[in-house]
């Protein structure tokens, strides 16, 4: 892991034509054979293995001036851990800034990565760091660890979110958990609220060249998975990764005719504009314009 | 495990209305500390696990008089071993049967399932049942297993594939790995194509009453996730849920105009219908005709 980001380093914007035959699908073994080669790679005799991290921040323009309310941090720890949290943004209502508990989450959490009892447990770090926590607030959170094995265990409670992309393809990603929609499984300081023992524990074997993309819900629901793929198959650097994604997620953000993820999901779930908009040929789009958090992790030999 | 179905065991067909509002998303919080109470299971401290099983096959009806090139088993095995292995069709234009491969690799592997080499990890399960064939073919293959931890691991070569449905939720997928649209990672008698190497290797956190769905890619391929979701939540017996989706698909690959998932993903990979049919509003629709397999796991207490 080359870059050791602090929770609270925070980076502002500025930086063939036919109807489908039913006989015809065949899955394809000729051309498979003569143009198809083993991977040679040998993830069970693994080379130790570690992550090469670049990070981009970029707040809701109408919180810049206090960071936004996403934090996270990048350690070196091990093969690499890497964390998001996400304030949840209906605590100012109560005249609670958001940003504070999110904040102590991911300051706890990096201040607990070597802590003996954790022992590369994510779940086990979640659990700690939720509990040293003094703030107000409530966070969606997602940690993964990459351990001595190549393995990365992630644990996930609410809507951040993790792929890692192999050779152009997703191999491995989570899925958002919530109560309904823009209601996600959350970590509190109310009592009545998710523990980390609701988090989704996942794990994938990691191979040298994966690239990780974790980030906040700002990410994801203005980018796609597909975008991610292609954005990634046309930057090398991950800083440069970090950046155009985080860019592309903005841009996408505040584009009130982009028909973004959020917005499908949005109509999925029933939501659209009213009928008479309806006859008009018009829909419910746009992006979502969120705190973004992107972390782009290349996997290296160490 | 209630049900344990050897490999050759074949089921056949008989039996508000707004434009979104840049400033208005807010993570909800207020209805949420009211509605939502936390999660009383406990995974960490966990009771014995086990799966029980419900199975349906149903072969390409072209097919069907000699069972088709799908091949599974389930063995009751420690907490459950789930198997799936889809025969690759291109073999017949080489006078081959696709379905010797894919039901050797799953006799061997049903085999080998308590082999202590295998120590509960699928894809050395896979290795050694890849080894141990001696018939000319390729397949697709994917192998889960239930570990005393009540952790699922899966391996999975190719475009068969795995869902965790928890409340309602996809809380973990396995992906399809190809070489182009149609070319899926297989495993073959002959030498240059992919090896147990190959195989993603991924694991889930599992808690009593997940839903484990796996299949073919003619369930996937015709069935989405959101119906597979909504037929679980309409059934609550693991057989009549594995009958429903099994006779989902079918319905769906026979019907040229469903816009399936299979023709959603044609589309996008730049096939279509004519520019003169788009014209006239008519796109690439249908379902993929297919062998398909599907097999509802319900994680129980033993």
């Excluded at 504070?100 to 009892?117: C, G, H, I, K, W």
């Excluded at 990365?152 to 609410?158: D, F, Q, R, Y």
């Excluded at 991610?228 to 841009?251: F, P």
Aim: proline residues 3%; negative net charge.
């Amino acid at each position: 892991m080359t870059t050791t980001v602090s929770y609270h380093q925070q980076f502002f914007l500025s930086s063939y034509g036919i109807k489908l035959q039913q006989h015809s699908h065949k899955k394809k073994l000729i051309s498979f054979i003569t143009c198809c080669s083993s991977t040679q790679s040998n993830p069970v005799v693994r080379p130790e293995l570690s992550i090469r991290a670049g990070t981009k921040l970029i707040p809701h323009p109408k919180k810049a001036g206090k960071g936004g309310e996403d934090a996270f941090f990048v350690s070196s720890y091990n093969g690499g851990v890497i964390a998001v949290a996400d304030g949840v943004s209906g605590w100012a209502e109560k005249d609670v800034d958001p940003a504070q508990f999110s904040r102590e989450l991911m300051r706890r959490a990096s201040s607990l990565v070597e802590d003996e009892e954790v022992n590369y447990d994510p779940r086990v770090l979640v659990r700690k760091a939720h509990a040293a926590t003094a703030s107000t607030g409530s966070a969606t959170v997602i940690i993964s660890m990459l351990d001595e094995n190549g393995i990365l265990k992630v644990a996930n409670v609410g809507d951040c979110g993790l792929r890692v992309i192999r050779k152009g393809q997703i191999v491995f990603s989570t899925f958002p958990q919530e109560h309904y929609f823009d209601c996600p499984y959350q970590l509190s300081s109310e009592a009545v609220t998710q523990t980390y023992l609701d988090a989704t524990v996942t794990s994938v074997d990691i191979v040298k060249g994966d690239i990780i993309v974790m980030g906040s819900d700002g990410l994801f629901d203005n980018v796609f998975d597909h975008e991610i793929i292609s954005t990634i198959a046309n930057h090398k650097d991950v800083v440069e990764t970090a950046k155009v994604l985080g860019d592309l997620a903005y841009k996408h953000s505040v584009d009130f005719y982009y028909d973004s993820p959020y917005s499908i999901e949005a109509r999925t779930r029933g939501f659209d504009v009213p009928w008479w908009k309806k006859v008009l040929g018009q829909k419910l789009t746009g992006g979502k314009m969120d705190d973004i958090t992107v972390i782009v992790g290349e996997v290296v030999c160490s």
